[in-house]
């Protein structure tokens, strides 16, 4: 009853930019966290960085000072600005929502979305 619609992904360069959107729908009443995960080949996923409906951010210690999480205008979309990128940033990256949604019979309810994830490489 979520809908989450990914994008920005792709090739970079080490020392590149690129800007991750995430756009929800869906019966959404609120929106209480969105954020970024993302999983590397072998590897378990990780918390990237998270924004809650009061603009508080979250970041692991390895994106800090290089990545940006931030909302739109819109409220139901998430944004992940990523500068000076690592090879070791390489991963598919997955946007997740928690929040509130309305059902079919009008009954209000949590919800967590994940994204189908969006893959970033950076290599030379």
């Known amino acids: 009853q979520v809908q989450l619609v990914e994008s920005g992904g792709g090739l970079v360069q080490p020392g590149g930019s690129l800007r991750l959107s995430c756009a929800a729908s869906?019966?959404?009443?609120?929106?209480?966290?969105m954020g970024w995960y993302r999983q590397a080949p072998g590897k378990q996923r990780e918390l990237v960085a998270t924004i809650t409906s009061n603009g508080s951010t979250n970041y692991a210690d390895s994106v800090k000072g290089r990545f940006t999480i931030s909302r739109g205008n819109a409220k139901n979309t998430v944004f992940l600005q990523m500068n000076s990128l690592k090879p070791e940033d390489t991963a598919v990256y997955y946007c997740?929502?928690?929040?509130?949604?309305?059902?079919?019979?009008?009954?209000?309810?949590?919800?967590?979305?994940w994204g189908q994830g969006t893959q970033v490489t950076v290599s030379s």
């Open positions: 997740k929502v928690d929040g509130t949604l309305s059902d079919y019979a009008l009954r209000i309810r949590e919800f967590t979305s």
């Open positions: 869906g019966s959404i009443v609120s929106i209480r966290v």
